[in-house]
């Protein structure tokens, strides 16, 4: 990409987000038009639909050049949202950072289980109380304090960095006042609390890749994500274990557990769970992939 502008041979938008594009597909990476659509975006500072509305527009030098340092980025599959600072998750828009997990659509799916589930109780404008083990970005946390205005959660994670990340997104939403942010692994930040929590829902979206799993994940998860939160030991249990194990000791009787997990732990993970007796009404939830993703279990 030369930054030549002439009459004849101006970088448009319409030329830019071709040549982009183009290039993105021979770097092999996913939803190349998407991701070339995106960077642009965000380089001329408009929407996405400026760039179809007016497509003749020739872009500036320091455009050009913060476009080719994105995209030489980008080309070496450093993830988009990282690149942009932002990534969307149930409607919303969220930070992130290379110290927090990108979100994906199959986390969705704790959140539509938990309002459906909440909905069919007639107890979405309820006082409730949420744990969310784990939080990263606070996108779990967040988007069920947004959905459920009289709730109120504790998002716990191991990392503070993350956790700050978290705060931004919490006061970005309006709904900073409703969650309490706690540093520590697991259940430990719940113990020093004083009286034990009983929440009416947990939920988690804990690191479960196992050591065989971790081979193949793609490049641009396994180079730039935090690598503490996505591998989880040799069967990629080491944290699932322990939060099903405890989880029942912070929700209350006819409360709900929700944990995110590989598609090839289900079976394991519903050995773990029928241990603890303390566990009613198991199964395995299909994200938007029919793939079985999480989780779900209630207090007996």
């Known amino acids: 990409m030369n930054t030549r502008d002439t ?7 319409r030329r830019l987000l071709a040549w982009t594009a183009d290039y993105f597909t021979r770097r092999d990476l996913d939803s190349p038009r998407l991701s070339a659509e995106l960077l642009l975006a965000c380089v001329l500072g408009c929407e996405r639909l400026r760039l179809y509305t007016d497509p003749d527009r020739p872009a500036a030098a320091d455009e050009l050049a913060r476009l080719r340092s994105l995209v030489e ?3 070496r599959h450093e993830p988009i949202q990282y690149l942009l600072g932002e990534a969307w998750f149930f409607g919303r828009p969220f930070m992130v950072t290379p110290d927090t997990l990108i979100p994906r659509p199959s986390s969705e799916t704790i959140i539509e289980e938990a309002l459906q589930h909440f ?3 007639s107890r979405l404008n309820d006082p409730l109380t949420i744990i969310d083990i784990g939080t990263g970005s606070g996108i779990l946390a967040i988007s069920l304090a947004a959905a459920l205005p009289e709730a109120s959660v504790i998002a716990t994670d191991i990392s503070a960095v993350a956790l700050e990340v978290a705060q931004r997104n919490a006061a970005r939403h309006g ?20 009286p034990p929590v009983r929440a009416d ?17 793609a490049r641009n ?23 099903i194990a405890g989880a029942h000791t912070h929700v209350r009787p006819g409360g709900r557990i ?11 993970v519903e050995a773990l769970a029928a241990r603890n ?9 299909k994200d938007h992939e029919s793939l079985p993703r999480v989780l779900a279990a209630e207090v007996a």
Request: glycine share 6%; no cysteine; hydrophobic share 45%.
């Open 73 to 75: 980025r980008a080309g």
């Open 201 to 217: 829902l947990l939920t988690s979206n804990p690191p479960y890749i196992s050591d065989a799993e971790w081979a193949q994940v």
């Open 258 to 268: 929700l944990l995110e997990i590989a598609a090839s732990q289900a079976a394991a």
């Open 119 to 121: 909905r069919s109780q």
């Open 7 to 13: 009459s004849t041979d101006a970088w448009t938008t």
């Open 277 to 285: 007796q303390a566990l009613a009404a198991v199964r395995i939830l």
């Open 175 to 194: 709904v900073a006042d409703r969650i309490d942010f706690a540093t520590g692994s697991l259940f430990e930040p719940l113990a020093h609390r004083g």
């Open 221 to 243: 998860v396994r180079d730039y994500e935090p690598t503490t939160a996505l591998r989880a030991g040799p069967d990629g249990l080491n944290l699932l274990r322990p939060l």
